[in-house]
């Protein structure tokens, strides 16, 4: 595999399973030295002891909601491994109903996570990412590009990452740090266990679905990987779906 982060410090956020950990072990695979964060440290620990090469990585707990936790981050980042390249922020939930169904406390989490999470990774570690010509590549997601039936909380959050992104890449990019993001469809991890096994539901899945399988977390690690690359040197401000071919369809059913 090539060694593009070799000497690169890359924070991944959500990062103990699912598309965080493939990140996660993508980039440690490429050589660089890698900060697993989430909220849950036995997840986390699992994953680097699986990875393997301590002096590579660190494991520092952090709920992205925080503000003073995603600060924490990116200081035992630096400490450790004396500065920052790349930060990816891909902690997220996706709480289920539609604007009468789904709860206060849901919606609240949702942002808190799945958008103010991501700003306050972008926040924290633009002064690093500014010494260094670094970059930022956001989780957001095609729930980000267009709507979903009973999503409205989850819907929400990712439209604001979309936005966000471009708002960070036109701010900081003639600064010397370029932002995007990856947009997944259907992806295999925790979160996406229960709708896996629902076969009603898959076959509706694959008749939407050009490539006529789920991603896997490999899938989405490979793009962000190219994101934060030297390869993409001039990508700035893209929000990429990585979908299997979902948004090539104008929503019309097969005829």
Request: charged share 20%; hydrophobic share 45%; with cysteine.
């Amino acid at each position: 595999m090539q060694q593009r982060f070799n000497q690169r410090v890359v924070i991944v956020t959500g990062a103990g399973s699912g598309i965080g950990e493939g990140v996660a072990e993508r980039f440690f695979a490429e050589g660089a030295s890698v900060v697993l964060a989430g909220r849950g440290r036995d997840k986390l620990q699992a994953v680097a002891d699986r990875l393997g090469d301590e002096t590579r990585l660190l494991v520092q707990p952090c709920d992205v909601a925080d503000w003073g936790q995603v600060q924490a981050l990116v200081r035992a980042a630096v400490e450790r491994f004396g500065g920052l390249d790349v930060m990816v922020n891909n902690a997220g939930v996706a709480p289920e109903g539609d604007a009468l169904d789904v709860s206060l406390d849901d919606w609240d989490q949702a942002l808190q996570i799945d958008l103010t999470g991501v700003f306050h990774g972008c926040r924290a570690a633009l002064p690093e990412l500014l010494e260094r010509g670094g970059c930022i590549v956001n989780m957001a997601s095609v729930s980000g590009l267009g709507g979903d039936w009973a999503m409205a909380a989850y819907n929400a959050a990712k439209g604001g990452v979309v936005n966000l992104t471009r708002s960070l890449a036109m701010d900081f990019g003639e600064r010397g740090v370029r932002v995007n993001a990856v947009c997944p469809s259907l992806t295999r991890s925790n979160m996406t266990e229960d709708m896996l096994k629902d076969e009603a539901l898959m076959a509706r899945f694959m008749d939407r679905l050009p490539l006529k399988r789920p991603a896997e977390p490999a899938d989405i690690a490979g793009v962000v990987a190219f994101l934060a690359s030297d390869d993409a040197r001039f990508v700035n401000g893209v929000n990429l779906p990585v979908d299997g071919g979902v948004t090539a369809s104008n929503g019309q059913p097969r005829m």
